[in-house]
């Protein structure tokens, strides 16, 4: 087994060990168009645990099947725009039709985790993916940046949400964010 799809692996399951909350459940939003959905989000942001860590110039990325199932991968560098590009590939399935903002995303077999959208952009160009324990968060964008507005209004939703917006860290998606991380 490759050393990321096992540490993607363990971080499934850490997600699954994560499910216990004291918040009240959260909102998603009131409906997703998945066609729309689909395709290439940069992640701006997210709470980092092991999996996640020092990726640089990440991209989650979503297709419909045939199967009524949706392709998702995620593409990543670690530390470095100059690592080879690594990718890894997982199965997502809605599990509340009538608004598409709840997934399951499989991630082996029997290792599968929560994916609530919470918050979504009405043109489709940034969205919030959330998990029930507020342990796990993402922060989305159709382009490699947002807006200090715009990113500062999803955080203080996504404290309304019973997030700590402080635990979110941004995601360099250009080599300047690197660098200016490491001064």
Not at 35 to 44: A, E, H, K, L
Not at 63 to 77: H, M, Q, W, Y
């Amino acid at each position: 087994m490759k050393p990321p799809r096992l540490r993607c692996l363990l971080a499934a399951a850490a997600l699954l060990t994560g499910c216990a909350t004291s918040h009240p459940p959260l909102r998603t939003v009131s409906h997703v168009d998945l066609p729309r959905y689909m395709g290439d989000w940069r992640v701006i942001a997210n709470i980092p645990y092991f999996a996640e860590k020092d990726c640089v110039d990440s991209i989650e990325s979503y297709g419909l099947r045939p199967d009524g199932k949706i392709a998702n991968s995620f593409r990543f560098r670690k530390k470095s725009f100059d690592a080879p590009q690594q990718k890894l590939e997982f199965v997502a399935e809605v599990t509340n039709h009538q608004s598409n903002a709840e997934w399951r995303v499989q991630f082996a077999p029997l290792i599968s985790a929560g994916y609530y959208i919470i918050d979504l952009d009405r043109d489709y160009q940034w969205t919030v993916v959330g998990h029930p324990s507020r342990r796990y968060g993402w922060i989305m964008s159709r382009s490699k940046s947002l807006s200090d507005r715009v990113y500062g209004s999803i955080l203080r939703r996504l404290e309304s949400q019973g997030y700590d917006s402080k635990l979110f860290v941004k995601v360099p998606q250009f080599r300047s964010q690197l660098e200016a991380a490491k001064r």
